[in-house]
């Protein structure tokens, strides 16, 4: 059975959070990974996206070719394409019920976004969130007919343990205001909960969050940082058919 967390966004919006649980991968990719492109093999990773496929009861899933930057896809249909993952794509759009939409991460934060006949979803690391990867995302869901939005972030690594040279957090907080920590250790961090929690709420939109820190939670959560080579959960968020 898979370990899935809900997103908590408002009807009829649905939105999970995946972890490492319930999956065919072995290790160092158990259980649950759902990206190709981490040298897992191949069929035991379709085989978890067709475990999650039909755990939440759409019609598939679409993932982007996420490159740690802000461009944003509007998928109207699924194709090998979606499946393979868009290229050049860290957010997606949708308004077609039945297309689940899947941004992954390891540390990186997967962000859901959901309006009354609109969904979205962001892959938010340092990059993207410096980028603008959320308001670019925000902007396309606006001009697809979304008005009140609602987000969750899901797991991702906290600012107590992601350490990095004070000018990049500099760099990072300049476009990201709130989003400059302090590790554990006293050293500079980068917060990506709060960069991006801050970010959405100056877009006026109202942010929950789940899951906590993935460095901090190795049998639950994948985490680049901690594991190095390791699988990818993923913040997945559709409209039912």
């Not at 040298?39 to 939440?56: G, I």
């Not at 969904?119 to 979304?146: D, I, N, S, T, Y």
């Not at 760099?171 to 980068?190: D, F, N």
Request: with cysteine; hydrophobic share 40%; aromatic share 4%.
């Amino acid at each position: 059975m898979l370990d899935l967390l809900d997103a908590e966004l408002p009807a009829p919006a649905r939105g999970v959070f995946t972890t490492r649980g319930g999956g065919t991968s072995l290790p160092p990719w158990d259980s649950l990974n759902l990206a190709v492109h981490v040298e897992d093999s191949h069929s035991k990773v379709l085989a978890n996206r067709e475990l999650l496929t039909r755990s939440l009861g759409v019609e598939g899933l679409a993932f982007g070719k996420q490159v740690h930057g802000s461009g944003v896809r509007v998928v109207k249909g699924l194709s090998n394409k979606t499946s393979r993952g868009l290229d050049d794509t860290d957010a997606l759009v949708t308004t077609v019920p039945g297309i689940a939409l899947v941004m992954m991460g390891a540390d990186c934060l997967p962000v859901l976004l959901a309006a009354d006949g609109v969904v979205g979803a962001a892959h938010v690391g340092r990059p993207g969130l410096q980028k603008g990867v959320l308001p670019e995302l925000v902007r396309v869901m606006r001009e697809q007919g979304a008005e009140q939005i609602t987000a969750t972030l899901g797991p991702g690594i906290c600012g107590l343990c992601y350490e990095v040279p004070g000018s990049m957090a500099g760099e990072v907080e300049k476009s990201a205001p709130g989003s400059r920590g302090t590790t554990r250790a006293g050293t500079t961090s980068v917060d990506l909960l709060r960069g991006a929690t801050l970010q959405l709420e100056r877009l006026g939109i109202r942010a929950g969050a789940v899951g906590g820190c993935t460095l901090e939670q190795p049998e639950r959560f994948f985490s680049y940082r901690r594991d190095g080579v390791t699988g990818r959960h993923g913040g997945v968020v559709w409209l039912p058919s």
